[in-house]
């Protein structure tokens, strides 16, 4: 099981640009979760996908978007990028059915806009 | 709203010296809190729960309605502890969980 893994591992965008970010869950997660983590700060909640539809979704602005696919792997998108979307975004696959609540990580893709 | 603190960015303690990692959290329902661990150039990772009231790797954590707090405690520090610690909490809506971290405390285990 190669747990969750995300693409790519490092992109850069200048200002304005759209990007695309990619996760594939852990074998057997249904559910994915997508961070944005800035230089020095915790992990912020952007939002969660299951059964395809976005369940929750934290502070972040409409540009922020995402799917999830029949697979149950995810995209990330972003528009009209600025230099504050410069961040780690992470994913994180679970099982929304279990008494567990454990999230598994990727690692990450580094998101640089000039 | 539910938020995390952890109120210090970084902690530097001997070998041998007990460790206590604060955390502090507001949440208006009934809060499961968790600690997760980043070491060096790996992922992030569960290290414990409250739920679960175990010990991993010899840390410990009580969750503390009253004070709002689920502080991370471990006896004696040991060199491969060295590691960035988040403090978060699951918060349910609809029956879909947010998870909330908080900013992280670098621990630094001195030799």
């Given at each position: 099981d190669a747990g969750v893994t995300q693409s790519p591992t490092h992109l850069?965008?200048?200002?304005?640009?759209?990007?695309?970010?990619?996760?594939?869950?852990?074998?057997?997660?249904d559910t994915v979760s997508w961070y944005q983590q800035a230089l020095g700060q915790g992990p912020q909640f952007i939002f969660?996908?299951?059964?395809?539809?976005e369940r929750q979704r934290g502070n972040f602005p409409d540009r922020f978007s995402g799917h999830q696919f029949p697979n149950y792997s995810s995209e990330l998108n972003v528009n009209a990028l600025l230099l504050g979307d410069s961040a780690l975004y992470l994913c994180a696959s679970s099982l929304v059915r279990t008494l567990s609540r454990e999230l598994f990580f990727g690692e990450g893709s580094r998101l640089t806009v000039l | 709203?539910?938020?995390?603190?952890q109120p210090e960015k970084l902690l530097s303690v001997f070998?041998?010296?007990p460790v206590e990692l604060?955390?502090?959290?507001?949440?208006s329902g009934s809060p499961e809190l968790f600690w997760y661990v980043q070491y060096s150039r790996q992922r992030l990772q569960l290290l414990l729960?409250?739920?679960?009231r175990e010990s991993i790797k010899g840390f410990t954590a009580d969750l503390n309605k009253g004070e709002t707090s689920f502080h991370l405690k471990k006896p004696f520090a040991q060199e491969e502890d060295s590691a960035m610690y988040y403090?978060?909490?699951?918060g349910q809506l609809g029956g879909y969980q947010k998870v909330t971290f908080g900013t992280g405390t670098k621990l630094q285990v001195i030799p």
């Open positions: 850069i965008k200048t200002r304005g640009q759209q990007v695309t970010l990619r996760c594939s869950p852990k074998s057997g997660h969660q996908y299951y059964e395809e539809e | 709203a539910q938020r995390v603190t070998k041998g010296a604060k955390c502090n959290y507001s949440y729960r409250h739920i679960s403090c978060a909490l699951s």
